[in-house]
């Protein structure tokens, strides 16, 4: 999933959790807070009722001026009275609009003269005041025994019934337009946050990314802007600086490469001369010969790398493990090409030389680092890109190849074995002699005609060469 899409599903999740938890604790709240002022407001009203109908007991006893008094504070609360009468009024007055108790939470209240508040539904509040007679009230009212009723006794209740509808209604209303702007206001938020977002992160974000794909690609110039968010401008440098690297090494390497095409150039028109004065009498159209021959070197800078110390070795033996470099074929060629000491030195030691570079650069090329032989002939070019490539790349890079050697003044043997696949040597030699100019056959064509003897292990990873004057060339 792109980091655009990312961003968006979690903004958008946020808010929509923020959205539901904050409707919910908004119109939660609100309801608790106006349920909570509509008790007061009817608990109050309660009060006033009681106060004024006891006033009004007290001063007329009329109940026409009671249900006025009544109807009177209906007028502005939402409210219905109804009258219990207790034991002592019923003895004394009788039951009128039966004005008895309905449950049992109205006679608990007679009988105890206890403030009594219950939530009979979600929208109804009854409250229960009690009428405790004071000094007053014996001289109208009398006991079960005919006696004015003494102060302190429960003679009645007034059972108020508030309908908390309408005020829950508005309560809701309120609740409703104030989650709508809230809920307005979050998603304008998240709609701010995803567009600052997509020019401050996701675009430049993306930009970098399709930079960084491009130069994978060989599209070494980018042209990003500069940004002002200090991260994504660091990453966005650093994309710079990594192109104009690459863009460097690029020129560098075509700088290299056209020098060792005009230096192959160069060599091969001296090689072609050379070729002849050692009697090999292959022409120009022998072009794998011509490059193995490319790599020799002339003899004094030979003296001068190696010096003169191997002329005076009777008899040596030791091995050597190489690295998969190509740059050390011609060194170590002219190495063990020093070792040998014979009547015809000049002629043999080439010989050797020439077919040990032949060997190492087959163990190495096509063994260690498994490139095509006909490669180099079709592209050159791939052919040393893709052979720099593989010296730094396993698993070809941690490959070896071992040299082992063993010589006297009359007799070299070097055994050259890589850490490759192997090949099918007797096909090979097959076709260096059916046709000697092709890419395998070449190769075989110049060792069976250096080498006094050649032998292959099983599976073709590992030749032997050696060479002794006095033998033919043969294969074993």
Known sequence: MKLQWKLFFIVALFIGIAIVASNYVLATS???????????????????????????????????????????????????????????????????????PKDALEEKALKTGEIMESQDSKNILRIIYPFITDERCGACHLGLDGNPLPAGVVNGLAVITFDLSKMQNESNTVATRLMISLSVMLILSATFIILFSHGAVTKPVKQIATAIIGLREDKLYTDLPNYSTYEIKIMAEEVKTTAEMLRARK???????????????????????????????????????????????????????????????????????????????????????????????????????????????????????????????????????????????????????????????????????????????????????????????????ILRALASEIAFNKEGNQITLAFDMENKNQVI
Do not use: C
Not at 85 to 95: A, N, P, T
């Open 251 to 445: 020129k560098q390497g075509e700088i290299e490469i056209e020098t060792e095409r005009e230096r192959n150039l160069e060599i091969r028109k001296f090689v072609q001369a050379r070729a002849e004065s050692m009697g090999l009498g292959y022409d120009a159209g022998a072009g794998q010969v011509i490059d193995k021959l490319s790599n020799a070197i002339d003899e004094a800078k030979k003296a001068d790398m190696m010096g003169q110390v191997f002329k005076y070795v009777v008899h040596g033996e030791s091995s050597l493990e190489l690295p998969s470099d190509p740059s050390i074929i011609p060194a170590v060629s002219i190495y063990l090409g020093e070792l040998v000491e014979s009547s015809s030195e000049t002629v043999k030691k080439r010989s050797i030389e020439l077919a040990l570079d032949e060997a190492l650069s087959n163990a190495i090329y096509h063994g260690n680092l498994d490139i095509q032989s006909n490669l180099k002939e079709e592209d050159f070019d791939a052919f040393t890109s893709m052979a720099k490539e593989r010296t730094t790349k396993e698993p070809y890079a941690s490959r070896k190849v071992k040299v082992e050697y063993d010589f006297n003044r009359k007799r070299a043997r070097f055994t050259i074995k890589d850490e490759g696949h192997g090949f099918n040597w007797r096909s090979a030699m097959e076709n260096s002699q059916a046709d000697p100019f092709k890419s395998h056959g070449r190769g075989m064509m």
């Open 30 to 100: 609100l309801r608790e807070k106006d349920l909570i002022e509509a008790k007061r407001v009817a608990r109050q009203t309660a009060a006033i009722m009681k106060s004024g109908i006891i006033n009004t007991m007290i001063g007329s006893g009329d109940h026409d001026k009671i249900s006025l008094v009544v109807e009177e504070m209906m007028r502005y609360n939402d409210f219905h009275l109804r009258m219990v009468r207790s034991k002592y009024v019923v003895k004394q007055h009788g039951i009128k609009r039966g004005e008895v």
